[in-house]
């Protein structure tokens, strides 16, 4: 989800370093996961369990370091086969959904705007 793009750099930084390998993923915002989460509880699942997935797919490397990018985060991301992902050795496409996904519609640079416009009025 977008919302653990931080998570996911910090289980992957060492020595101010965020090492990821360049798989393939289609992150999507908590929001969209949590109203087909309300829908599935709500109604039958039609199918069983139902997966979801973001309306564009990204190397999580790349994901990553545009989070940082736009934090104006010091954090350098390095991309790296031998990395993992949260402790784990994945593949090319393993973090990807299958054909019958559920794609969702909120595209990761419109939620990370409103991310950072939200964080401007914080301050």
Do not use: C, N
Not at 29 to 41: C, F, I, S, Y
Not at 89 to 118: F, K, N, S
């Amino acid at each position: 989800m977008f919302e653990t793009v931080d998570d996911v750099a910090e289980a992957a930084t060492e020595d101010w370093i965020v090492w990821l390998p360049p798989v393939r993923t289609r992150p999507v915002a908590g929001e969209e996961v949590a109203t087909l989460l309300a829908h599935t509880a709500a109604f039958s699942p039609l199918q069983g369990v139902k997966e979801i997935a973001g309306p564009r797919q990204f190397r999580l490397d790349t994901f990553v370091r545009q989070a940082l990018t736009a934090e104006h985060e010091h954090r350098q991301v390095f991309t790296d086969w031998r990395s993992t992902f949260l402790g784990s050795r994945v593949r090319r496409d393993d973090l990807l959904p299958g054909p019958d996904a559920y794609i969702a519609q909120r595209l990761y640079g419109e939620w990370l705007m409103d991310r950072m416009a939200e964080g401007h009025r914080a301050s």
